[in-house]
C-alpha cells in the first residue's frame, strides 16, 4: 500500500492523513468546490477537485472519486465516516478497480448495514433484540398493524440510517402516519432508501457501544465500550469510556455479543456494535460497519492508533493483539463542537477568529492533556452542504472527574467567533450534576435542555452590556480625554433592545447609565473577552464560558428596534431547502403549529408559528432554497379571518 485516496472531507480525512504519513504512505484529498481551500486539501499529498458543491455531486459520486484514484495513482481507499463509508456498492466498485478497500468486505456490509438484516443475524446468534418489524411490506397499513401489535412506545427508525437521521418516537398511534412519512423522507434524503422499521421504545435507557476490530484471518477483538447517551436529535454530542454504568461482567458480555455478531456476517476491520443498555439489560440497535466519530475515545483508553490498525488489517496482517492483551487506562470524555445554536439549530458561516488551548491532534494525548481532531482555521467557511460538526475535543485523564474538569477547561479556552457554536453548551452538559454523577440517560438532554439553556442566557445577561460595549467600541476606542457628551445607545440582545447612554471619561473607560440601574464605569479591552464584526452593526463575542450576540439598533425606528419579534413574519434561522408546506394561505394556526420544514445539514428542521395567528401569505415553495433571515411566511392576528 503505498497511496491512499481518502474519500472523505474536513476533519475525518485530515484524522487519516496525519496517521498514513507517519507510517509512510501518500494520500490523496478530494474536495468540492466549497471545500477547495480546505486543510484536508493543502495537507494531502495531492488532491483532485471533484467539482460540485452538494455531497450528490462530490462526495457520493463513486465514478468521480475512482477517476481520482486512477488520475493519481491510488491502490487504496479510505472512507472515512459518513458518506459512502456504509455503501456496500462502493465498497464493491473499490474492489473490482483492483483497489485495497479499506473497511469491512461488501457483503459483511450488506449484512450489517442495513438495521433489518442486522437484527436477524443478531437473533440467530443469540443477541438480545427489542421487539418490532423489519419487512418487506412497507405500507403504512402494515405499519399500523404492526405497531397496534408491539404498542407503545415504539421508535420509527430508517433501516439504511445512520447518525439519527430518519428517526422518530412514538407515544401514541396516532401519531404513527405523521412519524413514517417524516422518517421516510429523511431516509430519502439522507441515505437514497426510504425503507423503515419499528421496535419497541425504551425511554429511559443508556446509549453504551462497543468497539470491534477483525483480521481476515479469524481474529477478532473488542476495545472496551463508550457510553454516548448524551444525544440531541438522536446524534451524539459527548461520549466517554469506561461506561459509569458497565462493569468488567457486563463488558464481557457485551464484548461478546458484539463479537459475535461481527464473526457471523464475515467482518474484517473497524465496527462498533450499539446497544441499549437498560440496567443489566441490553438490546442491539445496529451495526456501524465503519470507524466512528468517536474513536479517539477509545485511542485514549487503549493507547492505540484505530486507523493504523485498519491499514494493517487491510494489509492483510493479522491483528496486533489479543482480547487478554488489550488494557484500558484511565478515564476519556469527547465532546462534539458544532455551528448550531442553543437550540441545536445547525448555522452556517465564516469562521472569523480561532483560537484553542494547547493541544495534540490526532493523536493519543497523555493523561490530562487535550486532543483537539477538527479542520478549523480562521476564514474557514461552513456551508449548509455538509453536516454541522465542526471538530472533537477529548480529554484522557485518570479519574472521570479529573477528565470532566480539564474538558470544560477545553472549552473554555477555545474561541469560534463568527457564527454560533455549542461550545458553552456543551460545557454546561459536563457540569450539570445529572451527567457529573454518571446518571445521564438518553433522555437526558430532553429533560434539561430548557434548564441548561435558561443558565446560558443567565449568564450572558450578567455580562452582555459590558461585552457588547467592548465590541463595538474595538474599532473606535474612545478619546483618552474626557468628553461631557453621552452618547445614546440602543443595543438588540436576545431579541429585547436595551437603551442605554454612555459617556467617555478618558483612558478607555465608559460610563454607562442604565434606566432603574446604577451608572457603572467599564473599562474597555477586558482581558479574556474577544469579539467580532459580524456585518455592519452585528458583533460576536465571548468571554470564557459565555457566548453572545449583539446588534446596534441605534439608527433603526424605535418602533421596530423595540420589537421583540411578534407574530407577524416567520424567517429561515439558517440556510437550507424547503422540504414541505402543511400549511395553506388563510390557514388559522395555534402557537407551535408547523408551517414549514427545512432541510438543512442533512436533517429536517420544522419551523413553528410562535403565536396563535393566520398565515396571511407562503412567501416560498417546497424545493426552494433560502438563506438566513429570509421572510418565509407572514401572518395575520388569529382574531382576523383568511385574507381575501
Not at 398493524?145 to 427508525?157: S, Y
Not at 488489517?313 to 496486533?320: D, K, N, S, T
Not at 457566548?547 to 420589537?563: I, K, L, Q, T, Y
Amino acid at each position: 500500500m503505498k497511496k491512499i485516496l481518502i474519500a472523505n472531507r474536513s476533519e475525518i480525512a485530515r484524522r487519516i492523513i496525519h496517521t498514513a504519513h507517519r507510517v509512510g504512505i501518500e494520500t490523496v484529498a478530494v474536495y468540492s468546490n466549497p471545500d477547495a481551500n480546505a486543510l484536508h486539501v493543502r495537507e494531502a499529498t495531492q488532491a483532485v477537485a471533484l467539482g460540485g458543491a452538494a455531497s450528490a455531486d462530490t462526495y457520493l459520486r463513486t465514478d468521480k472519486l475512482l477517476a481520482a484514484a486512477r488520475a493519481t495513482g491510488a491502490d487504496a481507499v479510505h472512507p472515512g465516516y459518513g458518506f459512502l463509508s456504509e455503501n456496500a456498492d462502493f465498497a464493491q466498485a473499490v474492489v473490482d478497480a483492483g483497489l485495497t478497500w479499506i473497511g469491512p468486505p461488501p457483503g459483511a456490509i450488506r449484512a450489517l448495514g442495513s438495521k433489518a438484516g442486522a437484527k436477524a443475524l443478531a437473533q440467530a446468534q443469540g443477541v438480545p433484540c427489542l421487539p418490532g418489524y423489519a419487512g418487506d411490506d412497507q405500507s403504512d397499513e402494515r405499519f399500523a398493524a404492526e405497531a397496534a401489535r408491539i404498542g407503545t412506545p415504539l421508535m420509527v427508525k430508517a433501516v439504511a440510517g445512520g447518525g439519527g437521521r430518519g428517526m422518530r418516537l412514538v407515544t401514541d398511534l396516532a401519531q404513527l402516519p405523521a412519524a413514517l412519512a417524516s422518517a421516510r423522507s429523511e431516509a430519502l434524503a439522507g441515505f437514497g432508501c426510504g425503507d423503515l422499521l419499528i421496535e419497541r421504545a425504551l425511554l429511559q435507557p443508556r446509549h453504551v457501544e462497543v468497539q470491534i476490530f477483525a483480521d481476515a484471518h479469524g481474529g477478532c477483538i473488542h476495545l472496551g465500550e463508550r457510553d454516548c447517551s448524551v444525544q440531541r436529535r438522536h446524534q451524539k454530542i459527548i461520549e466517554e469510556s469506561p461506561s459509569p454504568a458497565v462493569d468488567a461482567a457486563l463488558r464481557e458480555r457485551m464484548g461478546a455479543c458484539a463479537v459475535a455478531l461481527a464473526q457471523a456476517a464475515g467482518y474484517v476491520g473497524a465496527g462498533t456494535v450499539e446497544f441499549l443498555l437498560d440496567g443489566e439489560d441490553f438490546f442491539l440497535m445496529e451495526m456501524n460497519t465503519r470507524l466512528q466519530v468517536e474513536h479517539p475515545v477509545t485511542e485514549a483508553l487503549t493507547g492505540l492508533d484505530l486507523v493504523e490498525w485498519q491499514i494493517r488489517v487491510a494489509r492483510g496482517e493479522p491483528l496486533p493483539l489479543t482480547q487478554d492483551e488489550v488494557h484500558l487506562q484511565g478515564h476519556a470524555v469527547e465532546v462534539r463542537l458544532c455551528a448550531e445554536d442553543a437550540h441545536f439549530r445547525p448555522h452556517t458561516g465564516r469562521v472569523l477568529q480561532f483560537s484553542a488551548p494547547p493541544a495534540t491532534a490526532f493523536e493519543r494525548a497523555a493523561p490530562g492533556a487535550l486532543r483537539f481532531d477538527h479542520a478549523l482555521e480562521e476564514g474557514a467557511e461552513v456551508t449548509p452542504h455538509y453536516d454541522a460538526m465542526l471538530g472533537k475535543l477529548i480529554v484522557h485523564a485518570p479519574t472521570r472527574a479529573e477528565a470532566i474538569a480539564a474538558l470544560v477547561r477545553a472549552l473554555q479556552g477555545t474561541r469560534v467567533l463568527g457564527l454560533p457554536t455549542n461550545r458553552a453548551f456543551l460545557a454546561a452538559c459536563l457540569q450539570h450534576p445529572v451527567f457529573a454523577s454518571g446518571q445521564a440517560l438518553v433522555p437526558f438532554l430532553a429533560e434539561h435542555a430548557q434548564e441548561l439553556q435558561q443558565l446560558l442566557l443567565n449568564n450572558e445577561l450578567l455580562v452582555h452590556i459590558p461585552s457588547a460595549l467592548s465590541a463595538i467600541f474595538a474599532s473606535n476606542t474612545p478619546s483618552d480625554l474626557p468628553c461631557a457628551m453621552a452618547r445614546p445607545l440602543r443595543l438588540r440582545h436576545q431579541g429585547e433592545v436595551h437603551s442605554i447612554a454612555v459617556r467617555e471619561l478618558g483612558g478607555g473607560r465608559l460610563l454607562v447609565e442604565q434606566a432603574g440601574a446604577e451608572p457603572v464605569t467599564l473599562q474597555l479591552h477586558q482581558r479574556g473577552v474577544h469579539c467580532v464584526a459580524v456585518g455592519p452593526r452585528r458583533w460576536h463575542w465571548h468571554t470564557g464560558g459565555v457566548d453572545g450576540w449583539v446588534e446596534d439598533a441605534s439608527w433603526e425606528p424605535a418602533a421596530r428596534a423595540g420589537a421583540a419579534g411578534g407574530a407577524t413574519e416567520l424567517r429561515a434561522p439558517f440556510n437550507g431547502k424547503v422540504v414541505a408546506l402543511p400549511v395553506a394561505a388563510g390557514q388559522a394556526l395555534a402557537a407551535g403549529d408547523t408551517v414549514v420544514v427545512i432541510e438543512s445539514m442533512k436533517l429536517e428542521h420544522s419551523l413553528a408559528s410562535p403565536a396563535a395567528a393566520t398565515v396571511a401569505e407562503l412567501l416560498v415553495a417546497p424545493g426552494q432554497q433560502v438563506s438566513p433571515g429570509q421572510v418565509l411566511a407572514r401572518f395575520a392576528p388569529a382574531t382576523q379571518g383568511a385574507p381575501a
